[in-house]
């Protein structure tokens, strides 16, 4: 596995965008955005996924250039159309529309029709940290998910990213799927040549299998907790509110009508609404107690979930966002390793677009 830096894979990303007919700045936005998910692990999501936005591109599902606006708005709510944009810029604007909601009214909320696949939700979320604030961020996404005691794809695997700010210790950052994992994750180990865990995904007849092909080939994602014994109906009711919030709440196409980010699902031909759906909140902290003690209560909390006794000596107490920020400091002294697959696919783009990798 070959390893390239993240100016490398900014520069080639930025052109491939600029390529598309994406304004600079957007270029820019869409780059950054794409490249915190390789920087923080999360490889599922980061250039890994670029040939995909150029496939929708291709079908003119993305609008290179979109006319970002807000259509609806109170002093603390926002509607947001996308105008069919790459989510990956879509979505920070809407975010930054719900941090100058919260300056104003304490808190910001943001609904958002018309998008694409927006990235990481951690990144949106964790946009609101450098201003005292906590940030939230979810979004609906490719109909694969069966509902608890179902075979049909229903929800998208739905993420859910919550940043919450800390003094002396760095940030509580949770960003999860409503599924046992991101689809993302089944794709690398597709490209890996590897089953995935029993309990992830069913079959098309509704039994489980370790196929990672088997989403592929008329399965589906189960629920968080992969069954009811296991509790995969409250994953169902994660998935389902991060649905209603994102999409039935904004405009979008909600449900089995979501617009679908992989290549062997077409969109709906009776769509409900318009593209994808997000939805963004942001919450200054001193609009509930000052933001000092606050942080300074979060570093003692944080502080003492690290240090509460062990199961294993050898295995510390995890904190939503340790693994990222290792991830992160790791790559940014000895790049981003990318799996033989992603590199030829990069290659490809280039070829393509003339543009050096």
Same mark, same amino acid.
């Given at each position: ?168 210790? #760095? ?165 981003? #390793? ?20």
């Amino acid at each position: 596995m070959n390893h390239f830096s993240y100016d490398q894979l900014y520069r080639f990303s930025k052109d491939i965008f600029i390529a598309m007919g994406c304004p600079e700045s957007d270029a820019e936005t869409a780059t950054k955005t794409l490249l915190s998910a390789d920087m923080r692990g999360v490889d599922s999501h980061g250039v890994a996924r670029l040939s995909g936005y150029v496939r929708l591109w291709d079908k003119q599902r993305i609008n290179a250039k979109p006319d970002i606006k807000v259509i609806h708005e109170t002093p603390s709510t926002a509607t947001i159309d996308g105008d069919a944009g790459l989510g990956l810029v879509v979505a920070p604007f809407a975010m930054q529309v719900a941090i100058e909601k919260a300056k104003n009214a304490g808190t910001g909320w943001v609904a958002v029709k018309n998008s694409n696949h927006y990235g990481i939700a951690g990144y949106h979320a964790m946009k609101a940290l450098d201003h005292d604030m906590i940030g939230m961020s979810m979004t609906n996404a490719s109909p694969l998910v069966s509902p608890t005691f179902s075979k049909e794809r229903m929800l998208g695997t739905n993420p859910i990213a919550v940043a919450i700010p800390a003094n002396e210790q #760095p940030p509580f950052v949770g960003d999860f799927a409503t599924t046992p994992a991101a689809n993302g994750k089944l794709e690398v180990l597709m490209r890996k040549g590897e089953n995935a865990p029993l309990g992830w995904i069913q079959d098309q007849g509704g039994q489980s299998t370790d196929n990672a092909h088997g989403i592929k080939e008329g399965g589906s994602w189960l629920p968080l907790g992969g069954d009811r014994e296991h509790g995969s109906h409250k994953g169902f009711i994660l998935g389902s509110i991060v649905d209603i919030f994102s999409a039935v709440l904004s405009g979008a196409n909600y449900g089995p009508w979501a617009p679908p980010f992989v290549t062997f699902l077409e969109p709906s031909k009776d769509p409900v609404g318009e593209g994808l759906g997000h939805f963004f909140g942001a919450m200054r902290v001193d609009a509930f107690r000052p933001a000092e003690e606050f942080k300074s209560h979060m570093d003692n909390w944080i502080t003492r979930f690290r240090e509460s006794d062990r199961a294993d000596e050898n295995q510390p107490v995890v904190i939503p966002g340790d693994p990222e920020r290792a991830y992160e400091k790791e790559r940014s002294e000895n790049g981003i #390793p990318l799996l033989e697959p992603v590199e030829k696919d990069l290659r490809a783009l280039g070829e393509r677009f003339g543009v050096k990798f």
